[in-house]
T-cell receptor
Framework: AQSVTQLDSQVPVFEEAPVELRCNYSSSVSVYLFWYVQYPNQGLQLLLKYLSGSTLVKGINGFEAEFNKSQTSFHLRKPSVHISDTAEYFCAVSALNDYKLSFGAGTTVTVRA | EPEVTQTPSHQVTQMGQEVILRCVPISNHLYFYWYRQILGQKVEFLVS????????KSEIFDDQFSVERPDGSNFTLKIRSTKLEDSAMYFC?????????????FGPGTRLLVL
């Protein structure tokens, strides 16, 4: 079975500052990794994914994440946040041979002016 | 851009009543899922569905739950006799399959409140 730990439940950040959201996973098999964002009163939107290849993946809205197999991490970063990035961010994992997603508890990002 | 849709957006029901949550997956997708998120908790997998049958289900998905693809476009989740603890946001998702790492696309959710 896979599990995901998001190390920060809340991240306050000022507008135009960088942000990093930490995600660690546990799995005995190879995995696919995903970040989803949930804006207030909306559903889950795919931000980016790691399937294979380059460990640095770029997603929508200027976000990127780096897969680190030795650290079993998949941290999400954005160099300069906007007010509109205020949302909850979820890291998720699935095994290559298993289609269900296992989610972390989520990180709430609040961007202040 | 194609998207997953869900109806209704909100549902209030009395304990013991049956509810049906509806989803229209992305049209060329072959795999369908239901997840739920109880307020303040993680998003949890309920069930996956492929080729007109359940491919995997979680411990949460007991005999009170069922899924169906009644036609070529809809995918439904039925809860036969709702309990207070079924109150949650229910998300439907769909994916093409293994070719894209089984990337799942989610609907906006149905917020179910059981009184």
């Amino acid at each position: 079975a896979q599990s995901v730990t998001q190390l920060d439940s809340q991240v306050p950040v000022f507008e135009e500052a960088p942000v990093e959201l930490r995600c660690n996973y546990s799995s005995s098999v190879s995995v696919y990794l995903f970040w989803y964002v949930q804006y207030p009163n909306q559903g889950l939107q795919l931000l980016l994914k790691y399937l294979s290849g380059s460990t640095l993946v770029k997603g929508i809205n200027g976000f990127e994440a780096e897969f680190n197999k030795s650290q079993t991490s998949f941290h999400l970063r954005k160099p300069s946040v906007h007010i509109s990035d205020t949302a909850e961010y979820f890291c998720a994992v699935s095994a290559l041979n298993d289609y269900k997603l296992s989610f972390g508890a989520g990180t709430t990002v609040t961007v202040r002016a | 851009e194609p998207e997953v849709t869900q109806t209704p957006s909100h549902q209030v029901t009395q304990m013991g009543q049956e509810v049906i949550l509806r989803c229209v997956p992305i049209s060329n997708h072959l795999y369908f899922y239901w997840y739920r998120q109880i307020l303040g908790q993680k998003v949890e997998f309920l069930v996956s569905f492929y080729n007109n049958e359940i491919s995997e289900k979680s411990e949460i998905f007991d005999d009170q739950f069922s899924v169906e693809r009644p036609d070529g476009s809809n995918f439904t989740l039925k809860i036969r006799s709702t309990k207070l603890e079924d109150s949650a946001m229910y998300f439907c998702a769909s994916s093409e399959g293994p070719s894209q790492g089984n990337t799942q696309y989610f609907g906006p959710g149905t917020r179910l409140l059981v009184l």
